[in-house]
């Protein structure tokens, strides 16, 4: 591999994989043509790429409303006895940016990264279930809509992003609609979330280029398959919570009324049954960005493969037994304290090789420093922090001593902030050109950089010591004899730069956008299978349905010629097969990825839209009238089968 | 190699593990079971912290009724299984009368479900019990009702001719789905009807 970025352009170049095949370019635009017209651009494509770079925009307009929110707050806090917002409002402004930065932007951002990246990375012309991922993104579209519509007419979320029971779920304790708010949004994200995880696993499992067994995926890839099946196992517990906070609010159970049978810390098992694994949710896709962002930079395959790919997976099944350590101090009996005190711990063992992994390969790589780069250590220098703060919090006393404080607020926003915002900018920045076929401009990159760093370090590493003060979380003011003010005012200094710095990037996208350095097709040298074509990709991806024979597609060198016995030679022989005229892609073995299908991809469709509209009625409705629920579901029923009746002749024949 | 390889006919109606949906489907239960878990679990835990469950002035539910709705749930299953062999060896009029037995079935299981709960004096509103077993019950008969409506598509298609043994990958999706219904009512119907007797 050499030192330097190659530019190179491989589409152009015949590799002898390409030999005796040669699709009919012209039918597959035709067939890959996205709709024309507006009203149809807006409500009906499908394809892959355009739901996953709506899922990324979207996310990110989040991301800055849920920033917006928090420098809000930061600006109320910045001095004692300030009235900037009054208590009520605050209350709902924490509520929701906690919802929207946890719901609402880190996973629709990483999904949205993984439905854009993923087909392209293991040679797919599309998702599995194209349908289904703009089925997903307009149920996020609408849950999101619900939640600032809530915070705008004055009925925000008001009981935290966790909405502990029974603050949120008795009328009595919140009685304006903001929890009803949150249980729709939330509902409906949930769903959202779930599709496209749905989505991304069986297109991982069933359509990866001929030739590209587990063994072979990018790390990527394996990170994105991980957060899915968390997603799976996890997020079902948090609709079970909204549903349960839904039938308390709305139709008079019990379930978190303890006058009648009912358990308030049931809630919090159920809560955060999921709610620790959101947590690696959101830092699992993060360091699949990571492995994909270091290796490219320092030029050599990731040191431990297989390891770290175990890891992950480690990583995944671990967070599922530590969800109790976010009530340690709600009363639970000492066994149980010592077993979730004793899982928490041993999570630091897979992030352990991993983070291992990645100095290593970094120890023996060649350095290329590019702003992607420079943010990956900004990602390892603020998340190790963190990391020793979450080793500090799972030791019992010290979490009884510290609990909701602000020592709490620092930590999380350590881990979440260095954890997922860090490597988000990463991949945003790396994966740019082949999004928009630009450049972004380096030297704004490192402004942005800059100042995130310096001023979350300034925002919150403060916090620690507030903590400690004993200021606690989630207060709109405090008295000015406590003697906080100077340091919040710091912690404020802080918010204003990191504000700043998503300023500087937001500018810096929109400069390149339109006037940025025209992007090559591989403007890092990358190892995997998107280098190998068009920046943006074509329609239909890939020209040339690739195969693999290797980890490093685009630096391994080797080329299978179709001649010999593996699976890659194998699809290499079967891929005239496939057809040009209709939106079609390989379907392979789970394990081998051994050619064995043709799927058929769907054309855009309004069918998606729809359902989803029909599933906002139902959550969206029941929050003023429990009818909606039925005509919903009728609704949705009718939609479901336009979606799926063969409406082509080949099959009514 | 002397020999040349061979080549791998690409299926384009692929069946059972070969096909995308096949997987989405499994995936969906798998979401459905954690939620089915989620909802025994939280009656197990209500249990464990209420002195008296049920609830004082409650009976332990009878069975019988329950059981005999159970074996006709079970029957439904049975016929889907029954239509699904029918399409696999081409026999339409077996996958029609398995499919409308199995929504037959479907409909009697609903309606006793109804003369069950009708005759209860306490709903969700009462008190925990109440709320556990109603949602449980309310949400596992929403299932049905939706394998039922779901059945009538599969029903119409059969009736139109439009399924073969090579195409018929709707059957075949949905019976996936209502064996799922079925299974997962059973571990339910052991939680509220027979635990409370060991």
Do not use: C
Request: charged residues 10%.
């Amino acid at each position: 591999v050499s030192d330097q970025p190659s530019n190179r352009q491989l589409p152009e170049e015949i590799l002898p994989s390409h030999v005796g095949y040669t699709p009919d370019e012209e039918l597959l635009n035709q067939a890959w043509a996205p709709p024309k017209g507006l009203i149809p651009y807006i409500f009906t494509p499908v394809n892959h790429r355009i739901v996953g770079l709506r899922f990324i925009v979207t996310a990110f307009i989040f991301f800055v409303l849920g920033g917006i929110l928090a420098v809000i707050m930061r600006t109320q806090l910045a001095a004692p006895e300030l009235d900037v917002v009054s208590a009520e409002l605050f209350q709902q402004l924490f509520s929701v940016h906690g919802a929207t930065m946890m719901f609402f932007f880190a996973v629709p951002m990483f999904e949205g990264l993984g439905i854009y990246l993923v087909p392209l990375m293991i040679g797919a012309r599309d998702m599995a279930m194209p349908r289904l991922g703009a089925y997903g993104y307009w149920t996020y579209v609408i849950a999101g809509v619900t939640l600032y519509v809530g915070l705008l007419i004055g009925h925000g979320a008001d009981a935290g992003w966790f909405a502990h029971a029974p603050l949120s779920s008795s009328l009595e304790f919140t009685p304006k609609m903001g929890m009803d708010f949150w249980v729709t949004a939330i509902g409906l994200l949930e769903i959202s979330a779930l599709v496209a995880a749905v989505e991304l696993v069986v297109t991982i499992f069933k359509m990866r280029a001929p030739g590209m067994s587990l063994s072979r995926m990018p790390i990527f890839v394996w990170a994105i398959l991980i957060m899915s099946f968390m997603i799976i196992f996890a997020m079902p517990a948090v609709l079970l919570a909204t549903i349960t906070i839904g039938l308390d609010r709305l139709v008079g159970t019990h379930f978190f009324n303890v006058a009648l049978g009912g358990d308030s810390v049931l809630y919090k098992h159920i809560f955060w049954f999921f709610g620790h694994p959101e947590v690696y949710i959101i830092f699992t896709p993060a360091l699949g960005v990571v492995a994909a962002v270091l290796v490219t930079f320092v030029r050599r395959p990731l040191v431990a493969y297989s390891l770290v790919a175990l890891s992950l997976v480690a990583m995944g099944i671990l967070s599922f037994g530590v969800w109790v350590h976010h009530f340690f101090a709600v009363g639970i009996p000492p066994i149980g304290l010592s077993f979730f005190a004793a899982a928490s711990m041993m999570v630091s063992i897979p992030s352990g090789i991993q983070i291992f992994a990645f100095i290593a390969t970094v120890w023996q790589g060649k350095l290329v420093l590019k702003s992607p780069f420079v943010f990956l250590i900004g990602f390892v220098f603020t998340f190790v922090l963190g990391g020793v703060t979450g080793v500090m919090l799972a030791v019992v006393p010290f979490n009884w001593q510290v609990h909701d404080s602000y020592f709490v607020v620092a930590h999380l926003h350590y881990v979440l902030i260095g954890g997922a915002v860090f490597p988000m900018f990463a991949g945003l920045i790396y994966w740019f050109p082949k999004f928009t076929g630009r450049m972004l401009d380096e030297r704004l990159n490192l402004w942005a950089f800059w100042l995130l760093l310096i001023g979350f370090h300034v925002a919150f590493f403060i916090q620690h010591l507030l903590g400690f003060m004993g200021m606690s979380r989630r207060v709109y003011t405090y008295s000015a004899d406590l003697g906080w003010g100077s340091y919040n005012l710091v912690s404020t200094v802080g918010a204003y730069l990191i504000a700043l710095g998503v300023l500087v990037f937001i500018a810096n996208v929109v400069k390149s956008f339109v006037q940025g350095e025209k992007a090559p097709d591989d403007p890092w040298g990358g190892p995997s299978l998107e280098w190998s074509i068009a920046s943006p990709p074509p329609q239909y991806n890939f020209l040339y349905l690739p195969v693999v024979s290797g980890r490093h597609p685009l630096w391994d060198g080797i080329e299978p010629d179709g001649e010999g016995d593996t699976a890659a030679d194998r699809g290499i022989r079967a891929r005239p097969q496939v057809r040009d005229d209709v939106r079609e892609s390989f379907g392979t073995s789970l394990m081998d990825a051994e050619p064995e299908s043709r799927v058929n991809l769907v054309a855009p469709t309004y069918w998606p839209f729809l359902a989803a509209v029909a599933t906002g009625v139902i959550f969206v409705g029941a929050m003023f009238t429990l009818w909606a629920v039925p005509v919903g579901a009728l609704l949705f029923y009718f939609t479901l089968i336009g979606w799926h009746w063969p409406f082509s002749k080949e099959l009514a024949s | 190699m002397s020999v040349r390889p061979y080549t791998p006919k690409l299926d384009p109606h692929p069946l059972g593990p070969k096909e995308v949906t096949w997987w989405g489907m499994l995936l969906l239960i798998t979401i459905e079971i954690v939620i089915f878990s989620g909802l025994i679990a939280s009656y197990f835990y209500l249990k464990l912290y209420n002195p008296e469950w049920p609830p004082a002035g409650i009976d332990k539910k009878q069975v019988l009724l329950p059981t005999i709705n159970t074996m006709i749930l079970i029957l439904s299953s049975v016929s889907i299984y029954f239509a699904d062999k029918g399409i696999k060896a081409g026999k339409q009029t077996q996958l029609k009368v398995g499919q409308a037995l199995a929504m037959l079935f479907g409909l009697v299981f609903l309606t006793l479900k109804v003369v069950e709960y009708s005759g209860y004096d306490y709903n969700w509103a009462t008190h925990a019990y109440g709320s556990i077993t109603w949602t449980m019950t309310g949400f596992h008969s929403a299932h049905v009702i939706s394998v039922f409506l779901k059945g009538m598509v599969v029903l119409a298609m059969a009736l139109r001719g439009m399924f073969t043994p090579e195409r018929h990958v709707a059957v075949e999706i949905n019976g996936l789905y209502w064996h799922f219904v079925v299974v997962i009512w059973l571990p339910l119907y052991f939680t509220m009807y027979i635990s409370p007797w060991l």
